[in-house]
């Protein structure tokens, strides 16, 4: 018998039958009164759960396009950007930067470190940066950067627009835009929100919308908030066509959060990336990510000596589970589990026994079903 696959990378993530419903639905004309409906009150929602007194964005496309809608929207060339980067999808932000002829300095941390509070205020202190860029949650590294500190920190830097990337956290790690001093925050579909990939989500706050006036025409046309602004404050209007279905999708997902409540919503993530650490933890994997600042979406697991990650994945993959690589230094020492979204627990329980049951087959000492045993144990707490 074959297994069901479950796809447990850092996004996609498992799209439950409700949401995949939208997508199945016959698609309609952008101007269907029903439709436009839809679209203004999945906005309107948007922009109340995460706060913001500005603006959303919902536009066909994926989380790389919104890196670019936000720079494009905050920054001209010349400007001065510092990226604060953790890893792979922080240092993302630096070539893009620079084909915008932006001027940028970088702060890197190691990987599973975090670049410290301190360093980054000494050098805002240094020179005067048009933006920041700040990654929630590497994807690359499973390190969740400190976003409301540094949101708190920018307060004293007027002239700095202050970017998160939210791809691998928003709809997971708690987020407020106008309350955390965050200008822009961003994500995609994919990830958090459980929705297949093809929808870019950004909010704006009112400093980054005064930024975008302050910088008059721009270059970029389908990212320009000025293009969309019209849309978001009226969807039956047409800039470029919406995706019609993923906007239901999306429109689904933001009714399972508001059902289940955003706070509990993140005190599950909590508490299932807990749980699931100390049980991979228990088996011998290690976490790249320094404890203190691990993320609640996502595990990235160094392998014990000896398993050979080829090996280990593709027995995992024979039996359903589909998991990612590691990046960079990273490629085949360790494997990336994603566990955000609508994760169900079935689902995780199984994970891990199938993870036991793949380290048996490549030889190495598990004892079976210790991990599912610890993960119940903390789930029940
Ligand atoms: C996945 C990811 C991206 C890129 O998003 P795409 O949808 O693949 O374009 C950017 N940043 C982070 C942190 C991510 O995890």
């Not at 190691?110 to 048009?130: A, N, R």
Request: glycine residues 10%.
């Amino acid at each position: 018998m074959k297994n069901k696959r479950l796809v447990m990378i850092p996004g996609p993530t498992p799209v439950v039958r409700s949401i995949q419903d939208q997508m199945g639905r016959e698609t309609v004309a952008f101007g269907d009164p029903d439709f436009v409906k839809d679209y203004r009150e999945l906005i309107g929602d948007l922009k109340a759960l995460w706060e913001t007194q500005g603006e959303v964005f919902v536009v066909a496309g994926t989380g790389t396009l919104a890196m670019e809608m936000a720079i494009s929207n905050t920054t001209k060339k010349g400007d001065r950007v510092l990226v604060v980067s953790h890893g792979y999808f922080g240092d993302r932000f630096i070539d893009l930067c620079e084909g915008k002829g932006l001027e940028v300095d970088v702060l890197r941390s190691e990987w599973g470190e975090i670049v410290p509070l301190e360093e980054i205020e000494k050098q805002l202190k240094e020179k005067t940066y048009q933006a920041i860029t700040v990654t929630h949650v590497d994807t690359s590294t499973g390190v969740a950067a400190p976003v409301e500190a540094i949101g708190a920190l920018m307060k004293d830097f007027e002239d700095t627009v202050y970017i998160v990337d939210g791809v691998c956290a928003t709809g997971a790690e708690p987020e407020k835009v106008d309350a955390m001093g965050i200008d822009v925050l961003f994500t995609g579909s994919q990830k958090a929100f459980g929705v297949s990939p093809g929808i870019a989500l950004l909010w704006a706050g009112p400093k980054a919308l005064r930024r975008r006036e302050s910088l008059g025409r721009i270059p970029e046309f389908y990212v320009d908030f000025d293009k969309w602004l019209p849309i978001m404050h009226d969807p039956s209007k047409y800039f470029a066509t919406p995706a019609v279905n993923l906007v239901w999708a999306m429109k689904e997902s933001v009714r399972i959060m508001k059902e289940e409540g955003l706070e509990n919503r993140y005190a599950r993530h909590q508490k299932v990336a807990k749980a699931m650490q100390k049980a991979l933890m228990g088996l011998g994997f290690t976490l790249l990510a320094r404890e203190g600042h691990r993320a609640t979406t996502l595990s990235n697991l160094i392998y014990p000596q000896g398993i050979d990650d080829g090996k280990f994945r593709s027995i995992l993959a024979e039996e359903g589970i589909i998991v990612a690589g590691g990046l960079g230094a990273y490629a085949g020492r360790m494997f990336r589990l994603g566990h955000m979204g609508n994760i169900d627990m079935h689902d995780l329980v199984s994970v891990l026994a199938t993870i036991e049951r793949a380290l048996y087959r490549v030889g190495y000492p598990v004892e079976l079903g210790s991990s599912v045993g610890t993960f119940m144990k903390e789930m029940m707490v």
